[in-house]
């Protein structure tokens, strides 16, 4: 379609995964913490019926930017 990365479009994923590195241009992407998710996700379901359950979680992402995304232009 004749667009060109970022200059055209950004693009952004999320996992950040390998291949977000590999590719070209690399891949901006937010990085979501999976290990800590599972193990906040089974240490709640342990905790199902008591009281000490917590109602939310926040763990911390982190968007890694690369040279998928460019800023707005004027």
């Known amino acids: 379609m004749g667009l060109h990365v970022p200059k055209k479009l950004?693009?952004?994923?999320v996992d950040d995964s390998v291949?977000?590195?590999?590719?070209w241009p690399q891949l901006?992407?937010?990085?979501?913490?999976?290990?800590?998710?599972?193990d906040a996700?089974?240490?709640?379901?342990?905790l199902e019926g008591q009281e000490q359950r917590p109602s939310s979680l926040h763990l911390e992402h982190k968007l890694i930017?690369?040279?998928?995304t460019a800023p707005p232009s004027s």
């Open 10 to 13: 950004s693009v952004a994923g």
């Open 41 to 46: 996700a089974v240490s709640i379901l342990l």
């Open 65 to 68: 930017v690369r040279g998928s």
């Open 19 to 23: 291949i977000a590195q590999i590719v």
């Open 28 to 38: 901006t992407t937010c990085h979501r913490p999976i290990g800590k998710m599972a």
